[in-house]
């Protein structure tokens, strides 16, 4: 009697894991990053934006059609790239290798050429985990087209662990057997140059005179670069703290520490500099620190981006629901129209496109991290400056630098121009994701369409994305009851101990975002692409909003832990 041979599946060492899309793209601890899961990843993708007419934007996808892909500087880069390069190649088209460059020089250079891409990167996470970011031709991918890209990945997955283990690509630890995974061709430069070209078009050479610029290059991958993009446009660029480890950093999460350290590189310099300017690792989000003496001033990514829609002229903005409140009052002031979203990329884009249906002309979005993203093609400085909706950090660090000239003031002195509320965000690592979901569905109306919460004396007001009341309770109901009880929870975490005022609204977009009788703001959020808690807080003095931070994050017994085990202990967990 023949014995059956063994499938992939039943072969493995291990337990497979699927990979997930968070917050913009999928992401992992590289152990569960296998060559077999990141191949199956890449070829549903690719097979999804066949089957959507998203693979090529005005040509034929049935042709030899060239994929590009980069990555960033983390050490499981380079074997994430061979698989993905891999996959491209059995799908039947060809790979088109731009090396190791920023994310958004990758997707510019792909939206040119009207082809999708592949970026392989964590961006700001620990260097024990990366991800996949996958753009269709015309842009990034949505949350619409997620559904449909698991379940194509999902087949392939089917296919793959069903084979014969012999007849098999890959062996029982789920990475290629010996010889399979193909070297890198040398990289095009194309893609750099192109990114490079985007701004020496809109940025003459002088327009950028006479800033003296630090760059702290540290493992972004945009270290080289982009202070070249910037030499280009007049600025005297010193480069510093170069690591051949990979280092992660979030910018929106700068630490005193951190501000200390690039105060430390800047005072280094032969001359006096301006303004100190980093990136993320993938160098999508910029760091921007304004130097005023001995002094330095970071300019927290919500309102660098506002800076940048003035100096652009924006007439329409998207920016997340996290972002600094007064926002809202400075764009208004410049006859510049606002629309809060979710956090994520694929939200603010999805409102872009609305606001473009609408009409508007001039439309820009970012983030809280300071990821800019333009909507549409804008008249500059006699040039066309081509959208990029997706995050990108060259514009506004050039931008910021240009209206301060333009403004003849310092780059520190923009701040001035804020009405005065000052944020601070922070987060706590290694915080179970499932368990910061679960804090969230507790705050979760039952009511279909809220989206934020107004407490008064007598009832409970019930509002939509809009701010409209679509509905309230008494507190003496089921529904009033309820919340009652769990604004007793919030009090039990922001005590009047604590400096914290009564809870009069709740919005709950995206995380739980309570705003203060005093004008105070905690806003809750757990990261979608790694297991991290965020707070994002604000005051009108600068020592409060850090206070408010600090007790947040403090271990072991700070406010989201607090809030974490109280949750729990309201659910029975």
């Known amino acids: 009697?023949?014995?059956?041979?063994?499938?992939?599946?039943?072969?493995?060492?291990?337990?497979?894991?699927?990979?997930?899309?968070?917050?913009?793209?999928?992401?992992?601890?590289?152990?569960?990053?296998?060559?077999?899961e990141v191949y199956c990843l890449t070829r549903g993708t690719l097979a999804y934006f066949a089957e959507s007419g998203k693979l090529t934007c005005?040509?034929?996808?049935?042709?030899?059609?060239?994929?590009?892909?980069?990555?960033?500087?983390?050490?499981?880069?380079?074997?994430?790239?061979?698989?993905?390069?891999?996959?491209?190649?059995?799908?039947?088209?060809?790979?088109?290798?731009?090396?190791?460059?920023?994310?958004?020089?990758?997707?510019?250079?792909?939206?040119?050429?009207?082809?999708a891409s592949f970026v392989v990167t964590g961006s700001h996470i620990p260097a024990d985990r990366n991800g996949q970011k996958a753009n269709r031709c015309d842009g990034e991918v949505l949350k619409s087209d997620e559904g449909g890209i698991v379940a194509?990945?999902?087949?392939?997955?089917?296919?793959?662990?069903?084979?014969?283990?012999?007849?098999?690509?890959?062996?029982?630890?789920?990475?290629?057997?010996?010889?399979?995974?193909?070297?890198?061709?040398?990289?095009?430069?194309?893609?750099?140059?192109?990114?490079?070209?985007?701004?020496?078009?809109?940025?003459?050479?002088?327009s950028l005179e006479p800033w003296r610029v630090m760059f702290f290059q540290y493992s972004a991958v945009g270290r080289d670069l982009i202070p070249?993009?910037?030499?280009?446009?007049g600025a005297q660029v010193y480069c510093d703290g170069r690591s051949d480890a990979f280092i992660p950093l979030d910018t929106e999460a700068v630490s005193d520490r951190h501000l200390q350290m690039l105060q430390e590189y800047a005072a280094r310099q032969e001359r006096r500099v301006n303004v100190v300017l980093s990136t993320d690792g993938d160098s999508d989000r910029p760091l921007v620190v304004a130097m005023d003496g001995a002094e330095s001033h970071f300019i927290p990514g919500d309102l660098l981006g506002a800076l940048v829609a003035d100096y652009l002229r924006a007439d329409a903005v998207a920016v997340p629901i996290s972002a600094n409140p007064i926002l809202e009052?400075?764009?208004?002031?410049h006859g510049i129209s606002t629309v809060r979203t979710r956090i994520g990329s694929p939200y603010v884009i999805e409102a872009m496109q609305k606001l473009l249906d609408q009409g508007y002309k001039r439309v820009m979005a970012w983030e809280a991290n300071g990821g800019f993203l333009l909507g549409s093609n804008i008249e500059m400085n006699g040039e066309t400056l081509s959208a990029l909706p997706t995050r990108d950090?060259?514009?506004?660090?050039?931008?910021?630098?240009?209206?301060?000239?333009?403004?003849?003031?310092?780059?520190?002195?923009?701040l001035e121009l804020f009405p005065p509320c000052y944020g601070k965000s922070d987060l706590i690592d290694e915080f179970p994701q499932a368990l910061g979901k679960r804090i969230v569905e507790y705050f979760l109306p039952r009511e279909a369409g809220v989206v934020a919460l107004r407490f008064e004396s007598d009832a409970i007001v019930f509002l939509d994305a809009e701010g409209r009341e679509i509905g309230r309770s008494c507190w003496e109901s089921d529904v009033g009851r309820e919340w009652k009880r769990k604004l007793?929870?919030?009090?039990?975490?922001?005590?009047?101990?604590?400096?914290?005022?009564?809870?009069?609204?709740?919005?709950?977009?995206?995380?739980?975002?309570c705003y203060f009788a005093n004008g105070e703001i905690a806003h809750i959020r757990p990261s979608g692409n790694a297991p991290q808690m965020r707070i994002y807080a604000f005051a009108d003095m600068?020592?409060?909003?850090?206070?408010?931070?600090?007790l947040a994050v403090r271990e072991p017994d700070g406010l989201l832990r607090r809030l974490a085990s109280l949750v729990q202990a309201e659910a029975g967990v």
């Open 393 to 414: 950090s060259v514009l506004p660090m050039m931008c910021v630098l240009a209206a301060a000239r333009e403004r003849n003031i310092s780059v520190a002195e923009l």
């Open 1 to 36: 009697m023949m014995t059956k041979e063994p499938t992939v599946l039943e072969s493995l060492d291990h337990v497979p894991e699927p990979l997930r899309f968070g917050t913009s793209g999928v992401r992992a601890r590289v152990e569960a990053l296998t060559d077999i």
């Open 152 to 206: 194509a990945v999902e087949r392939f997955r089917e296919q793959e662990y069903s084979r014969p283990a012999s007849l098999s690509l890959f062996g029982p630890d789920g990475m290629f057997k010996q010889g399979v995974a193909p070297s890198l061709p040398g990289p095009n430069p194309a893609a750099a140059e192109c990114y490079r070209d985007r701004y020496r078009k809109v940025f003459a050479g002088g």
């Open 58 to 115: 005005g040509g034929d996808a049935g042709g030899r059609v060239a994929i590009p892909i980069a990555g960033d500087l983390r050490p499981s880069t380079g074997r994430l790239l061979r698989t993905t390069a891999k996959a491209i190649v059995d799908a039947g088209y060809e790979v088109d290798y731009c090396g190791l460059i920023p994310t958004p020089a990758l997707t510019y250079y792909a939206l040119q050429r009207g082809v």
């Open 228 to 233: 070249r993009i910037l030499a280009d446009a």
């Open 542 to 550: 600068r020592d409060r909003a850090r206070e408010i931070a600090e």
């Open 488 to 513: 007793e929870v919030l009090g039990q975490v922001f005590t009047q101990q604590d400096g914290f005022t009564r809870i009069e609204r709740i919005n709950v977009l995206d995380g739980v975002r």
């Open 329 to 333: 009052e400075f764009l208004a002031r």
